[in-house]
């Protein structure tokens, strides 16, 4: 109807008699932007939006709970998302074949706003920034979170570790649905089983996490899992010849539990060994490198699979994917029992020490 009135309008000055239109003369085409466009600019917003969300969740987690429940909170947390992307596209695809995709995206936008109420009624303190004697610019700020960063080994590690999981993990799924599906002769719906394999493995690690923390001692569970897993990569590259496709996949979902296993843990490390007023550097800038190790690992698979074939693709994300428990070997986690990198109770004097450098009236930790 709004369309209606300015259309009915440009008749009354027309007339509505039939007009006729030159025989080669150009047809004229509203003037609008064109749907993909549109789609391009919903997915940057989003992007930029979800960016924003990532980490002033990771930031803000460690002013709400206390120390010693971040493991289980960063585990509720990893298993709510871990249970969304193991169903949410088969929900989705159910429900856009009933209704319509327009209504599918008008109602996440609707879930949108719903997380933002919650989101809300926080009313849990968070420490102030210090109120530096001159303004620092915003590449000075940057700088201090990459410093910090580069000066604790156990960041060093995790970022280590993170940076081989997006490699492998990127590297991988892109080349195996091509492989998969060219090479092998694989149906859709048989890929589909192998990759949800790998959903379910990711969110029983998540589940895990803490108990398996709770029995072996935070960083040395890393360690432990990792190179328990470690051999599973090896078969990646063997998917469907010689290992049947059952197998891979049963590979593939412990691969993909370290992964979960290590979102939970690695992320419990990260939030106790940064002070409050950096941890949204650091973590900004552990998401940019994370974020670049992604963009390069599905870059190298796709010039590896063109220049050797998907195969030695293949071993690249493998390689990737067996060698994450490394940087925690050659790092002081593996003799921690808890989240601060230390033995016994020692793991927060780091963090504890810098948050009472800052200056006064900077709000200090949050009250819990």
Same mark, same amino acid.
């Given at each position: 109807m709004?369309?209606q009135?300015p259309?009915a309008?440009?008749?009354?000055?027309?007339?509505?008699?039939?007009?006729?239109?030159?025989?080669?003369?150009?047809?004229?085409?509203?003037?609008?932007l064109p749907?993909?466009?549109?789609?391009?600019i919903?997915?940057?917003?989003n992007?930029v939006?979800?960016?924003?969300?990532d980490l002033?969740t990771? &930031?803000?987690v460690?002013?709400?709970v206390p120390?010693?429940?971040?493991v289980?909170?960063?585990?509720t947390?990893?298993t709510?998302?871990?249970t969304?992307?193991?169903?949410?596209?088969?929900?989705?695809?159910?429900?856009a074949?009933l209704l319509t995709?327009?209504?599918?995206?008008a109602?996440?936008?609707?879930?949108y706003?719903?997380s933002?109420?919650?989101?809300?009624?926080?009313?849990t303190?968070?420490?102030?920034?210090?109120?530096?004697?001159t303004?620092?610019?915003?590449l000075?700020?940057?700088?201090?979170g990459?410093?910090?960063?580069l000066?604790?080994?156990?960041l060093?590690?995790?970022?280590?570790a993170?940076?081989l999981?997006?490699?492998?993990s990127?590297a991988?799924?892109?080349?195996?649905p091509?492989?998969a599906?060219?090479?092998?002769?694989?149906?859709e719906s048989?890929?589909g089983l192998?990759?949800?394999a790998?959903?379910?493995g990711g969110?029983?690690?998540?589940?895990?996490?803490?108990r398996v923390?709770?029995?072996?001692?935070?960083?040395?569970?890393?360690?432990v899992?990792?190179?328990?897993?470690?051999?599973m990569?090896a078969?990646?590259?063997?998917?469907?010849?010689?290992?049947?496709?059952p197998?891979?996949?049963?590979?593939?979902?412990?691969?993909?539990y370290?992964?979960?296993?290590?979102?939970v843990?690695?992320m419990?490390?990260?939030q106790?060994?940064?002070? &409050?007023?950096?941890?949204?550097?650091?973590?900004?800038?552990?998401?940019?490198?994370?974020?670049?190790a992604?963009?390069?690992?599905a870059?190298?698979?796709?010039?590896?699979?063109?220049?050797?074939?998907a195969?030695?693709?293949?071993?690249?994300?493998?390689?990737?994917?067996?060698?994450?428990?490394?940087?925690?070997a050659l790092?002081?986690l593996p003799?921690?029992?808890?989240?601060?990198?230390?033995?016994?109770?020692?793991?927060?004097?780091?963090?504890?020490?810098?948050?009472r450098?800052?200056?006064?009236?900077s709000?200090?930790?949050?009250?819990?």
């Open positions: 709004a369309r009135g259309t309008a440009g008749d009354d000055r027309r007339g509505r008699g039939p007009r006729r239109r030159p025989r080669n003369g150009p047809r004229r085409r509203p003037a609008r749907h993909f466009a549109h789609l391009w919903v997915v940057l917003v992007g939006a979800t960016v924003f969300f002033g990771q &930031s803000h460690k002013d709400l120390r010693d429940r971040l289980k909170t960063n585990g947390l990893a709510l998302t871990q969304a992307m193991v169903c949410a596209p088969p929900l989705a695809g159910w429900a074949g995709p327009t209504t599918i995206l109602a996440t936008s609707i879930g706003a719903w933002a109420l919650w989101l809300s009624r926080l009313r303190p968070e420490p102030q920034p210090a109120a530096p004697e303004r620092q610019r915003l000075g700020d940057i700088r201090e990459v410093r910090f960063l000066h604790q080994p156990t060093v590690a995790v970022l280590g993170g940076c999981v997006n490699l492998g990127a991988f799924t892109t080349v195996l091509a492989y599906l060219n090479g092998l002769g694989w149906s048989q890929l192998y990759l949800g790998g959903g379910v969110l029983l690690g998540a589940v895990t996490a803490e923390a709770g029995l072996l001692g935070a960083g040395r569970s890393v360690l899992v990792g190179v328990a897993i470690a051999p990569a078969l990646l590259p063997l998917t469907g010849d010689p290992v049947p496709g197998a891979a996949a049963a590979a593939w979902a412990l691969v993909l370290k992964v979960g296993f290590d979102a843990l690695m419990s490390f990260r106790a060994v940064t002070p &409050s007023h950096l941890l949204g550097r650091v973590n900004g800038t552990m998401r940019v490198l994370l974020t670049a992604v963009a390069a690992g870059a190298g698979a796709g010039a590896t699979a063109a220049a050797v074939g195969k030695g693709a293949l071993v690249l994300a493998a390689t990737a994917l067996g060698l994450v428990w490394l940087p925690i790092s002081p003799r921690s029992t808890t989240l601060g990198g230390g033995r016994g109770g020692e793991g927060g004097d780091d963090t504890a020490a810098a948050d450098g800052r200056p006064r009236g709000g200090g930790p949050a009250t819990r």
